[in-house]
């Protein structure tokens, strides 16, 4: 391990666990944008389930490594924020493409999907993908239409054998009569 004093090294510690526990992780450099921003950028991480944090890029070097993680040193330069995600991994690339549309000064450098490093490219793909909550709707969904057609059908037949019987019933009345 590098040298890192002490009060250091939970930040790396720290860095680890979120890395080694998401699903999806985007780093940006946020240089550039305003604390008003920021702030609202950091409100949409929290709604989402995102931890979004600055941290030194010596730090998610070693924090990387120490998790396994390769190839993320090349994107390492200038300032880095990086987004984490343990359960949607489309959450961070989603909501930071989005917001970068609208912020010039936020800028994607790369994600991890999985423990593996993705280019700016593939994080926009990412992002472009439905997330968690729109596939389990869409999911929902095409499980209620066979539901629901059945119970349009049973409704019709047991609709046909109530006017079958008021018409039995009908002409039994005749015939009494």
Same mark, same amino acid.
């Given at each position: 391990m590098h040298d890192i004093r002490p009060?250091?090294?939970?930040? %790396?510690?720290?860095?680890?666990?979120?890395?080694?526990?998401?699903?999806?992780? %985007?780093?940006?450099? +946020?240089?550039?944008?305003?604390?008003?921003?920021?702030?609202?950028?950091?409100?949409?991480?929290?709604?989402?389930?995102?931890? +979004?944090?600055?941290?030194?890029?010596?730090? $998610?070097? $070693?924090?990387?490594k120490e998790a396994g993680i390769e190839g993320l040193?090349? +994107?390492?330069?200038?300032?880095?924020?990086?987004?984490?995600?343990?359960?949607?991994? %489309?959450?961070?690339?989603?909501i930071l493409n989005d917001f970068s549309k609208d912020h010039k000064a936020l800028e994607i450098k790369a994600g991890i999907l999985d423990g593996k490093v993705i280019a700016l490219d593939e994080v926009k793909a990412l992002a472009e993908l439905p997330s968690r909550e729109e596939l389990l709707a869409k999911l #929902?969904?095409?499980?209620?239409?066979? $539901?629901?057609?059945? #119970?349009? %059908?049973?409704?019709?037949? $047991?609709?046909?054998?109530? +006017?079958t019987l008021e018409a039995v019933r009908q002409k039994k009345e005749q015939e009494s009569a």
């Amino acid at each position: 391990m590098h040298d890192i004093r002490p009060e250091k090294a939970g930040k %790396v510690a720290e860095l680890k666990d979120l890395l080694s526990s998401s699903k999806g992780a %985007v780093l940006v450099d +946020y240089c550039g944008l305003t604390v008003a921003e920021d702030t609202e950028l950091r409100s949409k991480m929290r709604e989402a389930g995102v931890k +979004y944090m600055v941290a030194k890029n010596t730090f $998610i070097r $070693i924090a990387a490594k120490e998790a396994g993680i390769e190839g993320l040193d090349a +994107y390492l330069e200038h300032n880095t924020a990086v987004a984490f995600s343990a359960e949607d991994p %489309v959450a961070p690339a989603k909501i930071l493409n989005d917001f970068s549309k609208d912020h010039k000064a936020l800028e994607i450098k790369a994600g991890i999907l999985d423990g593996k490093v993705i280019a700016l490219d593939e994080v926009k793909a990412l992002a472009e993908l439905p997330s968690r909550e729109e596939l389990l709707a869409k999911l #929902v969904g095409s499980m209620q239409a066979p $539901i629901s057609g059945l #119970v349009n %059908v049973l409704q019709g037949t $047991i609709r046909n054998f109530v +006017y079958t019987l008021e018409a039995v019933r009908q002409k039994k009345e005749q015939e009494s009569a």
